[in-house]
């Protein structure tokens, strides 16, 4: 009967919402075909595990070769739920704080790839306040074409500055300097000084032995370059 009430509500909600009318920041939401549509309208829904069934099926379609980058629709629900509770604007006063939403809705941008997931990815930097979150984003920029943009080189200071530093955040630092391990910046790079210096301050910090030994890997891989 719940599900039944759910499936009625999603229905009744697509029937007096036109996607048309919706639009986070400068995405302008696309044409939909109505499987599309009853996702958009689900994803709305202030109710965690409706989001996460949206999600599932994203995911589905990803595992089955039916999800690319340039799916527009997907995109924008994704981005939808990215931005909610943290950029949206909410007015009905209904918690819409999802970080687990917002954390696997990052996890499958990092798969789908291409431009317009990247600035997604990209935003979920500097934006969102949740750690775990935000190391979602950063394994799924791991998985994105180097080398690192004058953006996200950028939102990795952000994150040290923010996050890691002042906050301990040893999950956020590890895949953090993972990244920078595999997409290390020369000393002429946009904010290499910065992101040197917080980086040496890691192994003073305490932060476990395994984020120490990344971060002296990171060190050594700055000041000895491809191993000379």
Known sequence: MKYLFLLVFCILFAHN??????????????????GDLLLFKQALIPNQSIKL???????????????SS???PALYILKRLVDEGVTERNQSGVSRNFPEVRRKAAFLLGYIG?????????????QDPEPMVIAEAVHALRRQPPPLTFEESAGIVEIFSKHILPRREANLAYATLLLLKENPPTFDSPFASELFSYVLRIPDLPFPSEVKILAREVIHQWIQPLGN
Request: no cysteine; hydrophobic share 35%; glycine share 8%.
């Open 17 to 34: 919402l036109n996607p048309q009318d919706e639009a986070t920041s400068d995405w302008i939401a696309p044409s939909m075909n109505t």
């Open 53 to 67: 069934q949206v999600l599932d099926e994203f995911e589905v379609r990803l595992r089955t070769g039916s999800l």
């Open 70 to 72: 340039g799916d527009r």
């Open 114 to 126: 291409g431009t317009e997931a990247r600035n997604i990815l990209r935003g979920i930097l500097f």
